[in-house]
Each structure stands twice: as structure tokens, then as C-alpha cells.
């Protein structure tokens, strides 16, 4: 998975590419390690601050905790549940998510 619809420097960078104490921290939750680490690489790129979590619940706690940005949840994790992670993140926390699939069924 790659993102190129974020236009390069959308967000500050520090002169060596690391994020700035500007940027925009993002949580990533995706069990797909190669996808992980894609996206990952590719928005510390662009000089987002980025934590990638594996598992629904730990990343659950962790942003109840760190409170990023955005959040971006994958929705085709099968072995855990993530949707339940999702709606027990919205009864505690009001952070911005991009539920991710590929889906093509509307009702998904």
C-alpha cells in the first residue's frame, strides 16, 4: 500500500527528514507486517510522526494514552478484533480514524 495523494512536504520536516515538532502524529493499526512497515516509511517520508501497531489492543491503549492526530485503522484484520477496538476507542477518545479496507461491497 502506498499513499501518493499526500503532495510531498505536506507536512514540516527537521533538514535531516525527521518529523518536526510541527508534525502531525499518526497512529497506524494493521497486522500486515509488510504493510506496516510501507506505510510507516512512506509518511515518516513526508515528516509525519508515525506509531505502527500490530495488535488492536495495545494500539487501543496507546493512543487512549498519546493521543495522535489521526488514527488508521486497517478493518481486513481477521485474527483480532478490530472493529470492537474501534468503537471502544470512540466511547473514550474523539481522535480522527480512517478505517482502511479493500472492500468493494458497499455495505462493508
Do not use: C
Request: aromatic residues 6%.
Amino acid at each position: 500500500m502506498k499513499i501518493d495523494t499526500i503532495e510531498a512536504g505536506a507536512e514540516p520536516k527537521a533538514p535531516n527528514g525527521t518529523p518536526s515538532k510541527d508534525s502531525v502524529h499518526v497512529a497506524i493499526v494493521n497486522s500486515d507486517a509488510q504493510a506496516l512497515a510501507s506505510l510507516d516509511r512512506d509518511l515518516r517520508r513526508r515528516g509525519f510522526d508515525v506509531d505502527t501497531y500490530s495488535d488492536p489492543q495495545s494500539a487501543l491503549n496507546s493512543i487512549l494514552y498519546s493521543t495522535p492526530d489521526i488514527a488508521l485503522f486497517d478493518m481486513r484484520m481477521q485474527e483480532s478484533d478490530i472493529y470492537g477496538a474501534f468503537l471502544r476507542l470512540r466511547e473514550h477518545s474523539t481522535v480522527p480514524v480512517v478505517l482502511l479496507t479493500d472492500s468493494h461491497d458497499e455495505v462493508d
